[in-house]
């Protein structure tokens, strides 16, 4: 078992930056960040796969967000810059079994979920 707890989250304006931190119980694998927006679906933004020499991330926010993670401390962080009004609702980080997998998006491979914080970004 891994628990998650995530923080950071909050009120920016747009073109602002924000950085989200996830905190796990215990040393992970791959981690990912999901979104959901309100009346959407979950979508993928962002993994890393264990010792972080590896990362993804969805199109919309290439260029704009940075995944890392620290493991001596079991966390992982998610720098957001030039944020959009698009880029809010709740923010979740996951926690997989793999190592690595080319289906590092689908949020059915991550066992174990935080229970998410909120970004809202104002225009």
């Known amino acids: 078992q891994v628990q998650l707890v995530e923080s950071g989250g909050g009120l920016v304006q747009a073109g602002g930056s924000l950085r989200v931190s996830c905190a796990a119980s215990r040393r992970t694998f791959t981690m990912g960040w999901f979104r959901q927006a309100p009346g959407k679906e979950r979508e993928f933004v962002a993994a890393i796969n264990w010792s972080g020499s590896t990362t993804a991330y969805a199109d919309s926010v290439k260029g704009r967000f940075t995944i890392s993670r620290d493991n001596a401390k079991n966390m992982v962080y998610l720098q957001m810059n030039s944020l959009r009004p698009e880029d809010t609702g709740v923010y979740s980080c996951?926690?997989?079994?793999?190592?690595?997998?080319?289906?590092?998006?689908?949020?059915?491979?991550?066992?174990?979920w935080g229970q998410g914080t909120q970004v809202t970004v104002s225009s």
């Open positions: 996951a926690a997989g079994t793999f190592s690595w997998t080319t289906n590092y998006d689908l949020h059915e491979n991550y066992s174990y």
